[in-house]
C-alpha cells in the first residue's frame, strides 16, 4: 500500500522539488493570471490561471502521491471538489447515496441543488450504505463518519458498488491519506478537504478530487474550468507547503487521540466514547483492516450542552472550532450545527501538543 518509504518520509518526498542546483528546495509560490503565449497559437501549458499553473501541478503531483492515485485535481474547498464530482456523476434520472451521518453539507447540497433535477437522493447511515449501494448508480462514503466516527467497510462496499456498475465516491478528509487510502481498497474517486488534518493548520481552506480513471478525471477538470471553483495559487503554495509536515503531525495528532480516548473513556462524566482505534470500539476490526492510523478525533458524549461549553471554559489548552485537524486541540458541539446528534454530543479533534499536557487539561477541566 505504501510503497518502499514511511509515510513521513513520502509526504516530505511528495513535497520536494527536483534536485536542479541553484534552484530552491522548497517550491516558491507563484500566483500568476496570464502567461506569455507564442505567436503560432500552439497551446502552451499555462495560458490562464483557472486552467492550470505549476503551483497546482506540484500540489496534484504530491495529493496523487500520498492518496495512491493516477491523479489529483485541486479545489477551493472540499465542498468544491465534492460538488464538482456529483455534478459531473449524478445525472437526472441516476439514484445518488448520500451519508446520512456524515458532513452534512453534502447531503444538503445533494437535497438542494440535485433532487430538484431530478436526482433521487438517498440518505444512508454508515450502517447500511452497503444494502443502499445495492440500488444506486452513485455513492458517496464517508469513512470514520464525520462527526460519529462509524467505520464504512469500504471492500465490501466497493465489491457492491462494482457488481451494480455504481460509481463510489470516497469522502477521505477524516483520515486524510496517511490513515486510510481508499483507492486501493476499490473505489473509484477520492473527494476530501484538505482544510482539515492535511494542511493542518486552521489557516486555509482548499479542497481535491483523486483517482486513476483518466476519462473520469477529465472530466472533473473540465467541470472546475467551466465553474471555475478552483483553488487560488498561493493558497495551493501554502497546501503543499504544509503537507511535507502532515506524517509528523497526523502521527502525533493520532497518538495523543488514543490516549484521550482511553482517558475519556474512563472518566464519570463521559457518557460515551468513540474512537475506531479502541479495541473496544464496535467499528476497530474494519478499521484495523482498512486503516493505517485511526485518525486524530475523538467523538464523546457528556450530559448536556453546558457541560460541553463548562469543559472548553474550565480548560486551559482546548479551544471550542468548528474545522478540525489543526495543530490546536479544539472540541465542536455538533448539535449547534444540526447533526443528528445528542446535545451533549462533542467531537474533540486532538493538536499536537504534549499528551500528558492535554489529559491532565482535560481531566481537571472535567472535574
Ligand atoms: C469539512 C469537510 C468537508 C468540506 O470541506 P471544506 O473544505 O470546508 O469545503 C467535506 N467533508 C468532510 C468529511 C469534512 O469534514
Known amino acids: 500500500m505504501s510503497g518502499p518509504y514511511g509515510d513521513s518520509t513520502r509526504s516530505v518526498k511528495a513535497t520536494a522539488s527536483q534536485r536542479v542546483p541553484g534552484q530552491p528546495v522548497a517550491p516558491p509560490p507563484m500566483p500568476v493570471a496570464a502567461y506569455h503565449l507564442s505567436d503560432d497559437e500552439s497551446e502552451p501549458l499555462d495560458s490562464y490561471g483557472r486552467s492550470s499553473n505549476p503551483t497546482w501541478r506540484q500540489l496534484e503531483a504530491a495529493l496523487a ?11 477551493g474547498s472540499g465542498m468544491a471538489a465534492i460538488t464538482s464530482v456529483l455534478r459531473v456523476l449524478a445525472k437526472p434520472g441516476a439514484t445518488l447515496v448520500v451519508p446520512a451521518d456524515g458532513y452534512y453539507q453534502v447531503r444538503r447540497y445533494a437535497a438542494e441543488y440535485l433532487a430538484p433535477l431530478g436526482v433521487q437522493v438517498r440518505e444512508t447511515s454508515a450502517a447500511d450504505i452497503c444494502t443502499a449501494a445495492e440500488s444506486a448508480d452513485v455513492v458517496v462514503a464517508e ?7 462509524d467505520v464504512v467497510d469500504l ?3 466497493a465489491m457492491t458498488c462494482r457488481s451494480r456498475g455504481a460509481t463510489l465516491v470516497v469522502d477521505n478528509t477524516t483520515p486524510t491519506p496517511l490513515g486510510q487510502q481508499p483507492l486501493s481498497l476499490g473505489a473509484d474517486l477520492v473527494v476530501a478537504s484538505a482544510t482539515k488534518a492535511l494542511s493542518g493548520h486552521s489557516d486555509l481552506l482548499a479542497g481535491y478530487v483523486a483517482g486513476s480513471h483518466g476519462e473520469l478525471l477529465a472530466a472533473v477538470e473540465r467541470e472546475r474550468l467551466l465553474s471555475g471553483a478552483i483553488l487560488g495559487p498561493f493558497e495551493a503554495w501554502l497546501a503543499l ?4 509536515s502532515a506524517g509528523l ?8 487521540a488514543l490516549a484521550m480516548a482511553l482517558v475519556l473513556r474512563d472518566h464519570p462524566a463521559v457518557r460515551s466514547v468513540r474512537y475506531p482505534g479502541l ?3 464496535p467499528a476497530h476490526d474494519v478499521a484495523c483492516a482498512q486503516m493505517r492510523r485511526f485518525g486524530g478525533l475523538v467523538a464523546f458524549e457528556l450530559a448536556d450542552a453546558s457541560a460541553v461549553h463548562r469543559l472548553v471554559e474550565r480548560s486551559d489548552l482546548l479551544v471550542a472550532a468548528t474545522s478540525f485537524g489543526g495543530i490546536h486541540t479544539s472540541v465542536d458541539r455538533r448539535a449547534r450545527w444540526g447533526d443528528p446528534v445528542p446535545a451533549g454530543f462533542a467531537r474533540m479533534s486532538l493538536g499536537i501538543e504534549d499528551v500528558d499536557d492535554l489529559v491532565a487539561d482535560v481531566v481537571r477541566a472535567l472535574g
Not at 65 to 75: D, R
Not at 249 to 255: A, G, K, L
Open 249 to 256: 503531525r497526523f502521527d502525533r495528532q493520532c497518538h495523543n
Open 65 to 75: 502521491a500520498l492518496e495512491g492515485a493516477g491523479w489529483a485535481l485541486s479545489f
Open 279 to 281: 479495541p473496544a470500539d
Open 155 to 157: 471492500h465490501r462496499l
Open 143 to 149: 469513512t470514520p463518519v464525520n462527526p460519529t466516527l
Open 241 to 244: 507547503r504544509s503537507l511535507g
